[in-house]
């Protein structure tokens, strides 16, 4: 018998594999999904009809969420409880601060006549979670979503100078330190000192490290307990700016919009 073809996906694409596809999940979800469309509860057979199960494969799914606290059984019907009100406020708990964040850094972005991102770590890379473009066109196409490496980028220099000291050499071992340009600084060790003062200063400037032409400046945000959680920058043609003009121009405007996003956690 021939086996099952797998999938040619790459890793870390986000699309699953067929070998990684967890059908008993899905069904579980589907019954999560029922439930909460009938908030006055279900019963097995009900259950069963509108996912498309057997009662004995409904009924399986159905206790297990009662014995895991996402459903109770009251009688003949099956409802949801609280429990996944508890999950989705843990995951919105991170969404409004971008979205509180964007009307601040449009100022950011009409002050200075240029683009205006947020972005958070994810291990070796920086991912976009906010952004604001700007009237000037730059080469490197960005958006939400768009993941770049955080050794070379001040965003990312200013996340990584928020970890643990212990931390950082694990992932810049993982990171590929690769020439991007003549500027780009490799040497593991002279990265952890720019790291290291990113994190003195409270702001990093990559001249040109990335891709030629292009400079950037960015700013931690830190939550309550000083912990940093994002950073936002300012990207800059090197045909108009110094490294200098640049700090001049746009550090204040940034470390100004910092400060009113920052007070949305005094308010939590």
């Known amino acids: 018998m021939n086996a099952a073809p797998k999938s040619t996906s790459d890793e870390g694409s986000g699309q699953p594999r067929r070998t990684d596809h967890v059908g008993s999940l899905e069904k579980g979800l589907a019954v999560l999904d029922a439930l909460a469309a009938h908030p006055r509860g279900l019963t ?7 996912v498309g199960l057997t009662r004995a494969g409904a009924r399986r799914l159905l206790l297990t969420l009662v014995a895991t606290g996402h459903a109770r059984q009251e009688g003949r019907l099956f409802l949801l409880t609280p429990r996944l009100l508890t999950l989705a406020r843990s995951w919105l708990t991170g969404v409004p601060l971008w979205e509180f964040a964007l009307p601040h850094m449009r100022a950011v972005a009409e002050a200075l006549n240029e683009s205006c991102s947020a972005a958070v770590l994810a291990d070796t890379d920086v991912v976009y979670v906010a952004r604001v473009p700007g009237e000037r066109i730059m080469s490197v196409s960005l958006h939400v979503g768009t993941r770049l490496p955080a050794w070379c980028t001040s965003m990312g220099r200013v996340l990584l100078g928020g970890l643990a000291p212990a931390d950082l050499p694990g992932v810049l071992s993982r990171s590929k330190l690769v020439q991007n340009t003549p500027k780009t600084q490799t040497d593991p060790a002279a ?12 702001y990093a400037l990559v001249d040109e490290e990335l891709e030629m032409g292009l400079m950037s400046i960015a700013v931690p945000i830190r939550e309550r307990s000083g912990r940093i959680v994002g950073a936002i920058n300012v990207p800059a043609q090197s045909a108009r700016y110094t490294p200098a003009k640049l700090k001049a121009a746009a550090l204040p405007v940034l470390r100004k919009a910092t400060a009113d996003i920052e007070a949305f956690f005094l308010v939590q």
Not at 44 to 50: F, G, N, R, S, V
């Open 191 to 202: 990265l952890m000192r720019a790291i290291a003062d990113a994190a003195r200063d409270g």
């Open 44 to 50: 097995l057979t009900d259950t069963a009809e509108a």
